[in-house]
């Protein structure tokens, strides 16, 4: 939180003008620059309402935290007031959420969302923020875990009247979320003073919920546990279950000896990491133990919320990403499931990290710090962009320096690519990424493999298959300029030219455009198939029959493939980026977007020669398995 006092300090400080320069100091101590003009703005023109109301309450002793910043979250509340409930004699919390909106009308087919004069876009309504941040704290704070009674939420438009923002009233249903405006400023009085006590301080309340551990709540961990654990998809077989197994009795020596473990289980596209991540997380909560499940893929991320939290939104809260552990405690977690563990950065600060957090400490470190069993999926051979460190050796040398037993498990069988082991040993040796030299494709009666003469060729014959029931999708190297998103409505730019053929590569944002979906749902969405999907929006996906473009970043010369550094249009590869990290980059990226297909795959190359090596390796009959 940025600040923290009585009400009664809180008026003083507003009246004077103190608390808005404290509030902009602490703000650029923590996030590294100054608040934007129309976040200052709103400290000035909300604040002091929000005191006046509290001190003619009779609340002036009610402890208030400005800008409280939610657990494991860059999501920050307006404000939270902590006392004692009057008639409980217990601590109390209200959430409050200040809009200087006058204004603001539901969106017609959603009333969640609701539609303010000053945004383009429509924005969340306030009664469903506020109800949202209750319940994250009630899942996340130990504080007010079994106590989801002790915190209530409001949302504060002082400035609005009934008229013109009853609609958003509609989604009112409990104690949560409730909105109340300026007309009813006397309702609003009557609700804090029914929440707040006159008679006793908040301090002590504040200090509790400060101190509140960062754990999944009991009650989350038993919803994600028939959420997850309970989806009859998951089935682990072999050595999938070998290593969900080991995973399992390393939580239970860390519980009863209290002594850390590390587990790293490797295995390639396919072989069904995230399959075992997903079962695992689900036995955890099952069980009751504290864990999280994280990536550092956006999309990935996205899309596990999606899968798992599908029917209980609150699910969706225990999927993180590597950089939310800055500030954890360390071993406040039983365990940390962390997939796609390829992708682990050096650190977790980018340049929107607060200075405060700016440590300089390695992400793997902090990893490893949160959990007494951090585990980690990853496939080496996925490593796409400079600065990913997630490695099997890095790993080992992150525990061995802190004294902790390392354990890897690796998985062979695979279920990607029509659980083609051959198919995937073909794809590596093609790309040079285990010795042996490429070989020619002999077809095992599971997985296809054709090449195109043209990218129209390609896409045509996907067309065909998505005809027949079957998903499909297009992706290419990144050797195309990616144009700024279009405005709603305008076609989406078709970056990605191959003579007279030109697709729009998929969206970059979290919202759809003309019809195509946002980023993190291009490989799940059916309306993706129109944009061509780069690495870092397929990889952790999988779909029936895979388009390739490879690009001219990787070109078969006489008896070898080549790496043209020039030809990449992919913003990671600076000038310090050596060319043999770029060489290795480019190939694991062909690695991921050749592994994706489960059915098939059909691969072009923009250049002639490389088109006739790959044709000659295929077995010399994808033309006219292509034109069928």
Known sequence: MLFRASAKTVAAMALDGSLFLHLTDQFAHAHGHRPSASEA???E???????????????????????YALPLNSKRADAVLAGVHPATGEPSYVVVELKQWSQA????????????????????????????????????????????????????????????????????????????TAERRGAFLDHLRARLS?????????????????????????????????????????????????VLNAVEKAKHADRKEVVVVTGGPGTGKSVIALQLLGELYRRGVPA?????????????????????????????????????EKNSLAAL??????????TSANRYTRAAQRTGRAQIDELIDVAHVPVFFLDEHQVVRPGEMGTVAE????????????????????????????????????????PGGPVVWEPDGRMRLLVADSPQ?????????????????????????????????????????????????????????????????WATDPAGFGQVGCVYTAQGFEYDWSGVVIGPDLLWRGDRWITDRTASKDPVFRKATSDADVDRLIRNTYKVLLTRGMVGTVVYSTDAETREKLRELAGGVAREAVSA
Not at 144 to 172: K, M, Q
Not at 397 to 421: M, T, Y
Not at 493 to 516: F, M
Request: glycine share 8%; hydrophobic share 40%.
């Open 105 to 180: 009308f539901p969106v017609e087919d959603d009333p969640t969302l609701c539609r303010v004069d000053a945004y383009a876009h429509p924005v969340l309504n306030p009664v469903e923020q506020v109800r949202r941040y209750c319940q994250y704290l009630v899942n996340f704070n130990g504080a007010v875990a079994e106590h989801a009674d002790r915190i209530s939420g409001v949302a504060y438009l002082h400035n609005a009247t009934e008229f013109g923002v009853t609609g958003l009233r509609e989604i009112e249903r409990d104690g949560h979320g409730l909105l109340f």
């Open 198 to 246: 006159d008679r006793h301080p908040g301090a002590r309340a504040a200090d509790e919920l400060c101190a509140g551990a960062t754990v999944p709540s009991k009650q989350l961990m038993s919803v994600a546990a028939a959420e997850v654990r309970e989806r009859k998809e998951f089935v682990l077989l072999d050595e999938q279950q070998v290593a969900y197994r080991m």
């Open 41 to 43: 703005r709103s400290w």
């Open 292 to 328: 999280l499940h994280a990536t550092g893929s956006q999309s990935f991320t996205k899309t596990m919320r999606k899968v798992a939290g599908a029917r209980k939104r609150e699910v969706q809260d225990l999927f993180k990403y590597f950089n939310s552990f800055m500030t954890a």
């Open 45 to 67: 023109r909300s604040i002091p309402v929000l005191a006046a109301a509290l001190n003619e309450a009779g609340l002036g002793e009610v402890e208030v935290m400005l800008e």
């Open 337 to 346: 499931v962390c997939d796609e563990a390829h992708r682990i950065r050096e």
């Open 395 to 434: 790993i080992k040398e992150a525990a061995a320096k802190r004294d902790i037993p390392c354990h890897v498990v690796p998985l062979d069988s695979q279920f990607r690519c029509g659980g083609s082991d051959a198919y995937l040993r073909w794809v590596v040796r093609l790309l040079g990424l285990e």
């Open 457 to 521: 060729e390609m896409e045509e014959f996907l067309e065909a298959r998505r005809a027949q029931g079957y998903g499909a999708r297009m992706s290419a190297g990144y050797c195309w300029r990616w144009s700024p998103e279009p405005r709603p409505g305008d076609p989406l730019p078709a970056d990605v030219v191959i003579g007279d053929w030109a697709r729009p590569w998929n969206l970059r944002g979290d919202r759809s455009v003309s019809g195509a979906p946002p980023a993190a749902l």
